[in-house]
C-alpha cells in the first residue's frame, strides 16, 4: 500500500537557524511530490512540487528551498529561518501517469520559529 | 489568478441538521475542484473531486457537492451532521487545470456540531 511519512512531527527553531524537513513516500514510483504550508489565518499554500529526481518548480518566492535526491525523497529546506516561515508543513504526492488519481498527505510538521 | 473564498470561517450546528459549506473560485476555465476535511490529530483527507461530467457529486462520509459554473460555487452539503464531523473543512481548485494537483485552498471553514 502507499504511505508517505514527514519527520519531525514537531519543531522548535530559534530565527536564523537553519531547516531540514524530509518527506518519504513509500508503495509507487515516480510520483509527483508537493510541499504546502499554512500560516495561521491562512488557507494551504502551495510552495514546491516536483515531477521527477532534481525537477523542482517554486510558487512563491520565500525563504525555503526543495530537493528531491531520491524518487520518493522530498526535502524542504532553509539556511536561515525567518519567524514568518512558522506554519504547518505538508508533504503530498500523487502516483504520477493518472490525472484523476487522488493526492495524499502526509500527518504534518508544526513548524515554530523563536 | 485563481483563488478560493469560502466565506464562512466557524459554523455550528446541531447533531442531526443539515449542513452547507460554501465555496466560491475564481478560475478561468473548467476547475478542478476538491473537498478535504481535516479531524483533530487526523491528516488531510479527500471527501470528494469534481473534473467534469455530473455536476453533483457523492463523496465518503455522506458528504455531497454541486458544481455551479455560473455561480463559480462548489458548495459541500450533508443532510444529516453527526458528531465526529466536527472538523475543518477546506475547498480547493487545481490551478493548472490539468489534474497536476497543483491545488489552491480556501482559508477553510471550522465545523463543530452540538450535541
Known amino acids: 500500500s502507499q504511505t508517505i511519512h514527514q519527520w519531525p512531527a514537531t519543531l522548535v527553531q530559534p530565527v536564523g537557524s537553519p531547516l531540514s524537513l524530509e518527506c518519504t513516500v513509500e508503495?509507487?514510483?515516480?510520483?509527483?511530490l508537493y510541499w504546502y504550508r499554512q500560516a495561521a489565518g491562512r488557507g494551504l499554500q502551495l510552495l514546491f512540487y516536483?515531477?521527477?529526481?532534481?525537477?523542482i518548480s517554486s510558487e512563491v518566492p520565500q525563504n525555503l528551498s526543495a530537493s528531491r535526491p531520491q524518487d520518493r525523497q522530498f526535502i524542504l529546506s532553509s539556511k536561515k529561518l525567518l519567524l514568518s516561515d512558522s506554519g504547518f508543513y505538508l508533504c503530498?504526492?500523487?502516483?504520477?501517469?493518472?490525472?484523476?488519481?487522488?493526492?495524499?498527505f502526509g500527518p504534518g510538521t508544526r513548524l515554530t520559529v523563536l | 489568478a485563481q483563488s478560493v473564498t469560502q466565506p464562512d470561517i466557524h459554523i455550528t450546528v446541531s447533531e442531526g441538521a443539515s449542513l452547507e459549506l460554501r465555496c466560491n473560485y475564481s478560475y478561468g476555465a473548467t476547475p478542478y475542484l476538491f473537498w478535504y476535511v481535516q479531524s483533530p490529530g487526523q491528516g488531510l483527507q479527500l471527501l470528494l473531486k469534481?473534473?467534469?461530467?455530473?455536476?453533483l457529486v457523492q463523496g465518503i462520509k455522506g458528504f455531497e457537492a454541486e458544481f455551479k459554473r455560473s455561480q463559480s460555487s462548489f458548495n459541500l452539503r450533508k443532510p444529516s451532521v453527526h458528531w465526529s464531523d466536527a472538523a475543518e473543512y477546506s475547498c480547493?481548485?487545481?490551478?493548472?487545470?490539468?489534474?497536476?494537483?497543483?491545488?489552491?485552498f480556501g482559508k477553510g471553514t471550522k465545523l463543530s456540531v452540538i450535541p
Open positions: 469534481y473534473f467534469s461530467g455530473d455536476t
Open positions: 503530498a504526492f500523487v502516483t504520477a501517469g493518472d490525472a484523476y488519481n487522488e493526492q495524499f
Open positions: 508503495g509507487t514510483s515516480n510520483p509527483n
Open positions: 480547493a481548485v487545481d490551478r493548472s487545470g490539468a489534474g497536476s494537483y497543483q491545488l489552491t
Open positions: 516536483s515531477v521527477g529526481i532534481g525537477q
